[in-house]
C-alpha cells in the first residue's frame, strides 16, 4: 500500500517487468512523487501518470508512526515539516537530494 505525506509527496511501488535471462518477471518498483506544492514552488514537471489507474493513496498515520517511535504525535509533524523544509531548500538551491527512508522498499 501507497502512503501520502501531505506537502511532501508519496511514496509506493508500480510493477515492472524485466527480462532475468530467458524469463520476464515482474517486480515492484519504488517511486516517489513529489507533492504538487514542492513541484510548483520549484517550477519541476509533474508526472501525473506515474501511478497505474490514479490508484489512491493512504495519508500517513501520524499517530501509528508516533507509537511505534515512541514519540509525541507532535514532534512526527514536526519532524516531517522540518524534512519538508529542507528538502525544499535543497531543490531551491539546484542540489541533488537523496531522501532515503530506512526499511523501505
Same mark, same amino acid.
Given at each position: 500500500q501507497g502512503v501520502r505525506i501531505p506537502t511532501? $509527496?508519496?511514496?509506493?511501488?508500480?510493477?515492472?517487468?524485466?527480462?532475468? $535471462?530467458n524469463e520476464a518477471v515482474t517486480i515492484q518498483k519504488p517511486v516517489f512523487h513529489l507533492a504538487r506544492n514542492l513541484a510548483v514552488v520549484h517550477n519541476l514537471m509533474d508526472d501525473k501518470a506515474y501511478l497505474p489507474g490514479n490508484k489512491e493513496l493512504e495519508p500517513l498515520k501520524y499517530a501509528k508512526v508516533a507509537m511505534a517511535a515512541s514519540v509525541s504525535r507532535q514532534k512526527v509533524e514536526v519532524c516531517i515539516q522540518g524534512t519538508t523544509s529542507l528538502f525544499s531548500h535543497c531543490l531551491g538551491k539546484g542540489e541533488n537530494v537523496s531522501l532515503v527512508m530506512k526499511d523501505i522498499g
Open positions: 511532501l $509527496g508519496c511514496f509506493d511501488t508500480v510493477p515492472k517487468r524485466i527480462h532475468v $535471462g
